[in-house]
């Protein structure tokens, strides 16, 4: 039995492996059918896969939050309309190349919606890229000073769901502001973006800060854009 194990192991089947050792300890090797206990294996390594990569889909977005739609507390008077949740889960917003716009006041529970969003995402196969805003800019600043910029776009453009965090924290000078223009011109009507700002959509100009480059980025993602205007208050723990 441990050298069936082992080779299962060797043969990347870990699946396979952990179903021939319950199989095993129950005493069920001797009583299933050669299709029946083939069924169940192949069965057990789809399941181990599947879980495997939605796993590491979830570990490469590196979300800030970890939160799932099933955690959210839905409700109207908050901002957080319970059947655009359920329309978001379905993922069609991202196969439409649909924005999502989340903004309200700090700490009643943007990121934690936005999280929740891309958890779901990464549970139904989409590859998810969660950022800080100003981390994102140092990023590219740093693949320019390195020579890979181009790498780095290449890299935004391919993932299926791009979450922007706190938006609006600085406003974009210079070089950011044509940067976050191709970021969501390589995006429009393709990829979907979720955007998260403690600012109302209003004030995005005045990030943005060159009026041209605003104009364009803001038509490509305000009009079709899904919205949640959170309020309330602070939904973090005081200490």
Not at 53 to 74: G, Q, T, V
Not at 122 to 149: F, P, S, T
Not at 155 to 171: A, V, Y
Request: glycine share 6%; charged share 30%; net charge negative.
């Amino acid at each position: 039995m441990e050298e069936i194990i082992k080779e299962l192991h060797l043969l990347k089947l870990p699946g396979m492996a952990g179903c021939w050792t319950s199989l095993d300890e129950t005493h069920q090797l001797d009583k299933l059918s050669l299709r029946d206990g083939l069924e169940l294996l192949v069965q057990a390594e789809n399941e181990t896969r599947h879980s495997n990569r939605i796993a590491k889909l979830i570990k490469d977005a590196r979300f800030r939050d970890k939160s799932c739609i099933e955690e959210l507390d839905m409700d109207n008077a908050r901002g957080i309309d319970p059947g655009a949740v359920a329309r978001l889960g379905t993922c069609e917003y991202i196969k439409n190349g649909i924005p999502v716009l989340i903004t309200g006041a700090c700490g009643c529970g943007k990121s934690f919606l936005a999280a929740a969003l891309g958890d779901k995402a990464c549970r139904m196969g989409y590859h998810v890229c969660y950022y800080n805003m100003q981390k994102l800019l140092d990023a590219i600043k740093l693949a320019r000073m390195e020579g890979h910029e181009m790498r780095f776009f290449d890299k935004l453009i391919k993932c299926d769901l791009l979450i922007l965090d706190d938006f609006g924290m600085k406003k974009l000078e210079g070089q950011q502001q044509n940067d976050f223009e191709q970021i969501i011109d390589d995006r429009y009507n393709r990829k979907s973006i979720i955007i998260v700002s403690q600012l109302p959509i209003s004030d995005w100009y005045d990030v943005i800060n060159n009026e041209l480059i605003a104009e364009a980025c803001l038509d490509r993602i305000v009009h079709k854009a899904v919205r949640f205007e959170l309020k309330g208050d602070s939904l973090r723990k005081k200490y």
